[in-house]
């Protein structure tokens, strides 16, 4: 077989390395445009919630964790009901069981043993029981400055019972409680002033009945009722100087049908 003049392999490997390369520049465009694409959504959510709150909302501490947006609730800080939803956001070094055994200190015969997180400075984090990986009886959460920032009892990983969530203060910023994980009843708040913030109901986790905020100089933000999550009926907004926002109105189902 005679071969191919170098001449040609040459323009040969040229043509298949440029339609490669032309396959792998459309597939980096494809994902450029998808992150752009999935960026852009991200962006305009926030957008979205900003949009929704005047400029004093924006400015006043701890509004983003406690005012409910949309057809329900949103704020992380008081309508969330995950396991452990009174934790920082701030890094823990990563947990730890304290004792000279491989249970950890105060472990007994039913397998219970005692953990404690400190923060990556070394400061404590969280301490409590642990038992087969899973939070039970009374923690105590403490901010990275040494104050208590939340204690009250888990059952099965799960908070449960009477618990009371703090500003950074050492104050009172949240009292409630939790069934199974979830928010339940009459949920009071407090700015670090003592001043009040909200006073809220849960049912299952849900916002449910009558719902009212404030603002830090004690003029009400928002209130109304809500059912099953939604806004429902007649509902006032002001800002922070006690004007009405163009929010008030009737709602049905979380929608504004006025």
């Known amino acids: 077989m005679k071969s191919l003049p170098l001449y040609t392999v040459l323009f040969l490997s ?3 390395l440029a339609w490669n390369l032309s396959f792998h520049d459309i597939d ?3 994902r450029r445009q998808r992150a752009d694409a999935g960026g852009d959504m991200a962006r305009g959510a926030v957008d979205e919630l900003v949009s929704r709150m005047g400029p004093e909302e924006k400015r006043d501490p701890g509004i983003f964790d406690l005012v409910p947006t949309g ?3 949103m704020g992380e800080g008081i309508a969330g009901t995950g396991r452990r939803d009174a934790a920082s956001a701030d890094p823990p070094s990563g947990p730890s069981l304290e004792g000279g055994n491989p249970l950890g200190e105060g472990a007994n015969d039913d397998a219970r043993a005692r953990r404690l997180e400190r923060y990556a400075g070394g400061a404590r984090r969280a301490q409590g029981y642990e038992r087969a990986g899973m939070r039970i009886g009374f923690w105590i959460e403490w901010w990275e400055n040494g104050a208590v920032k939340s204690e009250g009892e888990y059952e099965e990983d799960e908070p449960s019972g009477d618990w009371v969530h703090r500003h950074r ?3 009172v910023h949240l ?3 939790y069934e199974e994980g979830a928010r339940i009843g009459i949920w009071r708040g407090w700015h670090d002033t003592g001043d009040p913030k909200i006073e809220a109901i849960y049912d299952g986790g849900e916002p449910s009945g009558v719902w009212t905020l404030w603002y830090s100089n004690g003029q009400v933000m928002q209130t109304g009722r809500y059912v099953r999550g939604c806004r429902e009926g007649a509902w006032e907004f002001f800002d922070f100087d006690g004007r009405v926002d163009l929010r008030t109105g009737t709602y049905e189902s979380g929608a504004r049908i006025d």
Request: charged content about 15%; glycine content about 26%; proline content about 7%.
């Open 169 to 171: 203060s050492g104050n």
């Open 28 to 30: 980096a465009g494809e």
């Open 71 to 73: 057809s329900g609730p």
């Open 14 to 16: 040229a043509l298949i």
């Open 175 to 177: 009292r409630g409680q």
